[in-house]
């Protein structure tokens, strides 16, 4: 059975960074997409950024040139580097994995960014 498991997320300031981590359990192909999406209160679930092995990531257009995500293959991990963080960056965030057919995702983690 596969099973995310993150770490990071918290409270920092605007401006301020943070860095996620997932790390990815159980029997997972090498042809998966991981990545990361985020639920505002009130909105619905967004991507953040995705990427597929070692190709180009992808990124959601509220955070392009501010957030870096990286994986680990061998490791089966998946990491994001939040620069600048804004109050409006403030949601919970998901670890996500795509086997096709199958999507799973984390517990998820809060980030808040507030003075």
């Known amino acids: 059975q596969v099973q995310l498991m993150e770490s990071g997320g918290g409270l920092v300031q605007p401006g301020g960074s943070l860095r996620l981590s997932c790390a990815a359990s159980?029997?997972?192909?090498?042809?998966?997409?991981m990545g990361w999406y985020r639920q505002a209160p009130g909105k619905q679930r967004e991507l953040v950024a995705t990427m597929f092995r070692d190709a180009l990531p992808n990124y959601g257009d509220s955070v392009k040139g501010r957030f870096t995500i990286s994986r680990d293959n061998a490791k089966n991990t998946v990491s994001l580097q939040m620069n600048s963080l804004k109050p409006e960056d403030t949601a919970v965030y998901y670890c996500?994995?795509?086997?096709?057919?199958?999507?799973?995702w984390g517990q998820g983690t809060q980030v808040t960014v507030s003075s």
């Open positions: 159980g029997s997972i192909s090498s042809f998966n997409v």
């Open positions: 996500n994995l795509k086997v096709p057919p199958y999507t799973y």
